[in-house]
Every structure is written in structure tokens, then in C-alpha cells.
């Protein structure tokens, strides 16, 4: 059951303060940082393992994550019917789009399976080297098994994030983080009847780590009254005019998801060509970078829940306050990694280093603090992209989203990288030079967009649901306050 001192506190917060974006990006953001630390402690033992391992541990994660991405980006924009009509007071419909979620994330998590006999012949066609092919081909075809569970998980947490109720949200990833963590080590190394499993191990622990947390969503929802309250369980019906506007809506931002994936994965296989110590120095670099990029996922979730709510009570003017508050504090933290990244590379990468430095693990570290000069320069348009991107998506600005996104990606980053593999002396360092300037178009694009301001007259649920509020008039909870 819920404190009802806490939800009474919650709603005398001023729509639009800062405090307000703090109650809801505070806990995504140390949600998606634990996810961050899992992902960084998972390559680090992986280092520990092997270079072959860590090398393909990234380019086949990457390759299931955009096999997974379309589903995901609608999974994902579950959040933004549920934070719409969360705004204009329809609590069933709150439910029929999670129900809604739910039966496009089953579809979804069993096509996603047939991938798994056509792994060995993929990787074998992507041309690495013979080694990190066969490494590859196993944490793939494991990792598939994790996509159900992954898909649903998302749909659930949407029941919470859209809602603003993000603690709970923080304290389930929090937890199967931990259960990630500890499997990891005891799979990937062995532990008593456990058998040292590599990679395998790996990829193994990420699947039961999805699959508990789907059940700590199961439990938390069938434990609290909000079920109740919203009429969980009595509105699972199917609902064919909710289900084709979540796919409307929600199939640019997962083409949205499957375009970024598919050009970083396009950019991580050249560098991969490059060969093994470049594309080990890129793994390394971009999980570094994550410490950074996953935690803004969090203010960017909230961004976009904060939005839809605002857009569900049609006051487009607080979500411009709370978008442009949202983003001086993500320039701040940015700008603080920005400087451990070219300050202090040598001691991010001490955890990497194995029990005997080699030579070849020397060679990786040299190039991985090159790389990091480049993460420290887009970082800043990473915020931009990451806060503004949120904002429009918020309203149901996807397609903008999505076609800028294929333009910019293949046009600055994926086709020059390729021309770049062919003919320059510089494969490295010019691949990077062409994905920081794609980074930084993409944030300028997003932010001009939402300067513009055409998503304010946009809106995911049906307009007889909302009743206008003036931007003059106060909310109930801001009366509430004087």
C-alpha cells in the first residue's frame, strides 16, 4: 500500500519546478545509472576473461539490441499514452494501453526467437575474426531468449514512469541489477557447482535478471491498490483503436530506435574490420561513455512523461519550463564527464586492466584515451539530443524524430564511416570524427525542432478527454499550494 502523506506531498508540488522534475528524473536517472554500472561491470569481467570476449560482447549485444529495437521504441512509448491520459484524469485508459503494450510485447518476444538458427551464418557474413565469430554467435542466441522478458518489463514499468511514480520503477531495476551483477560474476567465472561459462555466462545472466524482473513488476502490481484504483485486471481486453494509435504513434519511435541501433551497430562492425584491438578500444570506450549517456536515458523518460502530462492537461507552455530546466542540468552533468573523461582517462580504465598487462592491453588503452577526447566533445550534444529528442517524442513528435534520425545518422556518421574503412589511413580516428559531428547535427536538429514549437498542438489520446486548462488559470494542485 502506498503513504498517503507521500502521494498528498507529491501532489503540492508546483507543476514545472524543478522540484518537480527532480521527483521524477531523480530515481530514472539512479535506475538507469545502476544499468549503466551493470553494463560497465559486465565488460570489465568480460576484460578479465578475455580481449576476444570483451571484442564480442559489444558488436553482438548491439546487433540483438536492434533486432529488439523496433519493439522496444513501441514498448517504450507505452509511457506516453499512460502519462496523456494520465493528464486528462482517464485512469481506465491508463490500463487498456498497458494491457495494449503487453500483447505487442508477447508478438514481439516470440518472433524475436526465429533470429536464433540464423546467428552462426550473420556473424560469419559480418567477418571478424574466426574467434570473436563463434563468441559472438553464443551471446547472441542467448540474448534473444531475454527479449520477451525485456519487452514486457518495459511495458510494465510505462504503468509507473508514465505516471510520475518513478520510485518504483528505481528500486526494481535497482534490485535485478543486483541479481545481473551477482550472476554475472558466478557464470561468467564459475562458483562451486557452477562451471566457468565465458561469455555464455554472460549473456545467461542477463536473461534470468529480465525474467525476475518482470516478476518484481508482478508482484509489486498485484500488491499495491493501484491495480485497483486504475482496474487493472477489468480492463485487459483487447482494443483494436487504442492498439493501431499505439502502433501509429508508437512505430516511428521504435523505427526510430531501430535506425540509431542500426547505425551504431553498422559503425561498431567497420570498426570491427578495422580489427580487434580498435574495435575492443571502441567496446571499452562506449561502455565508458554510458556511465554518462544511460543515466540522461532518465531525465529523458521523465521529460517525456512530464510532457505528455502537461499535453494530457493541455498546458504546452509548463512542458517548454520544464524541458529547458531539464536540459541546463544535463549540460551541467555532461560537462562534468566531459572533463573526467579527458582528465582523469587513466584512472576510469584501471578496473579494466587484467591480473598480467599484456602488450596487446596496453595498445587498447592508448587508443581508448583517444576515444575518450571524443566522447568528452559530443557529450554536451548528447544532453541536447537526449532532453529535446524526449520533449517532442512527448506530444507524439515521432516522425520528425525518425526521419531526421535516418537522414542525419546515415548520411554524416554510417556512409562516411564506410568510405572511411576503404580509403583512409585514419580508420579510426576519422570514424569517431564522423560520429561525434552526427551527434552533435542530431542534438541542433532536435532543439530547433522544439523551438519551433509544432508539438504543442500535438497529442497521442483522443481530444474529447482533456478539458483545456488556460495557461492563465491555476491547477488544482498549484491552488492547493496557496
Known sequence: MGDPSLNTQDSLVRPGSLRELANVAVPLVLSCGSLSIMHVVDRIFLTWWSTDAVAAALPAGMIQWTAMSIAMGKATYVNTFVAQYEGAGQKQRVSESVWQGLYMALIWGGILLLGIPFAGT????????????????????????????????????????????????????????????????????????????????????????????????????FVNHEAKEYGLFNNCRWNQDLFKRLIRYGFPNGMLYFVDVVGFTLFIVLVGRIGKTELAATTIAFNLNSLAFIPMMGV??????????????????????????????????????AVIYVGLPELLLRPYEPKVVTDEFLEVKKMVIVLLRFAALFSFFDAMAVIFGSAIRGAGDTRFCLY????????????????????????????????????????????????????????????????????DKEHPAQKALT
Not at 307 to 330: C, D, F, N
Request: charge should be neutral; glycine fraction near 8%; aromatic fraction near 16%.
Open 300 to 337: 529523458g523518460t521523465a521529460v517525456m512523461t512530464l510532457v505528455g502530462t502537461r499535453i494530457g492537461e493541455r498546458r504546452p507552455q509548463l512542458a517548454v519550463t520544464t524541458t529547458w530546466k531539464a536540459y541546463a542540468v544535463s549540460a551541467a552533468y555532461m560537462l562534468l564527464f
Open 122 to 221: 550473420f556473424f560469419h557474413w559480418i567477418g571478424h575474426v574466426e574467434a570473436v565469430q563463434k563468441l559472438e554467435v553464443d551471446y547472441f542466441s542467448i540474448l534473444c531468449l531475454a527479449s520477451g522478458p525485456a519487452l514486457v518489463s518495459t511495458v510494465l514499468s510505462c504503468f509507473y514512469t508514465g505516471r510520475s511514480k518513478t520510485m518504483v520503477v528505481m528500486w526494481v531495476n535497482l534490485a535485478s541489477v543486483s541479481v545481473n551483477i551477482v550472476l554475472d560474476y558466478w557464470l561468467i567465472f564459475g562458483a562451486g557447482p557452477i562451471p566457468e561459462m565465458g561469455i555464455k555466462g554472460a549473456a545467461i545472466a542477463t536473461v534470468l535478471a529480465n525474467v525476475c524482473t518482470v516478476i518484481f513488476y508482478a508482484v509489486i502490481i
Open 404 to 471: 531526421y534520425s535516418l537522414v542525419t545518422g546515415w548520411g554524416i556518421m554510417v556512409i562516411p564511416t564506410f568510405f572511411i574503412w576503404m580509403y583512409s589511413d585514419e580508420k579510426l580516428f576519422y570514424s569517431w570524427a564522423a560520429c561525434t559531428s552526427y551527434i552533435g547535427v542530431l542534438g541542433l536538429g532536435y532543439l530547433i525542432r522544439f523551438q519551433a514549437g509544432h508539438w504543442k498542438k500535438m497529442r497521442v489520446i483522443e481530444d474529447h478527454f482533456a478539458d483545456p486548462i488556460s495557461e
